[in-house]
């Protein structure tokens, strides 16, 4: 009975540790992984409250991705679309 304590304690530690995909991602956007960021961002579902949140991250990268190639009226459009 004991040993069922202490796997189930364990187990609520580590889902603690767990980070959403949100998180992932801003955490990748932060570190400058872009692209590892947009998989996470997309990860986000729709049900989730970060949602919309993620979708504006997607929009952000997408427009650093496109002035960085010098396409400044595509970054326009995903800027301000963040």
Do not use: P, W
Not at 5 to 32: P, Q, R, T, W
Request: overall charge positive; glycine content about 6%; proline content about 0%.
């Amino acid at each position: 009975m004991k040993r069922k304590y202490v796997i189930l304690i364990s187990l609520a530690f580590i889902g603690l540790g767990c980070k959403s995909e949100y998180d992932k991602g801003v955490h990748m956007l932060n570190e400058k992984k872009y692209d590892q960021a947009l998989v996470e961002f997309g990860k986000v579902e729709t049900s989730d409250d970060n949602f919309k949140r993620a979708q504006s991250k997607i929009n952000y990268v997408n427009g650093l991705n496109a002035f960085n190639k010098s396409k400044f009226d595509e970054a326009k459009n995903y800027f301000d679309k963040s």
